[in-house]
């Protein structure tokens, strides 16, 4: 189940709720006696990732290439 924040505009304390999502919106602060108005307060969030994940590698950096060489060796009459 989800855990929500609140916060009373009234008193100013917060309190936690741990809740459904389809569940209504909290009317009244647990510690508060008088009437209340409500605000959701931003709640952080909690995430894992499975599984390993390698490394990071460094990408070699590219060599200068030399001059292609010609594919039929000695057997053709560009070589002659």
Do not use: N, W
């Not at 855990?3 to 009373?8: E, L, P, T, V």
């Not at 999502?21 to 990732?49: E, N, Y």
């Amino acid at each position: 189940m989800p855990i929500y924040d609140y916060q009373c505009q009234h008193c100013e304390k917060q309190f936690t709720v741990q809740a459904s999502m389809q569940d209504p919106q909290p009317t009244q602060g647990p510690a508060c006696a008088g009437p209340c108005q409500i605000r959701k307060c931003l709640s952080r969030v909690f995430g894992q990732v499975a599984g390993a994940h390698p490394a990071p590698v460094e990408k070699p950096r590219s060599q200068p290439r030399e001059a292609p060489s010609h594919v039929c060796s000695k057997y053709c009459d560009l070589h002659k």
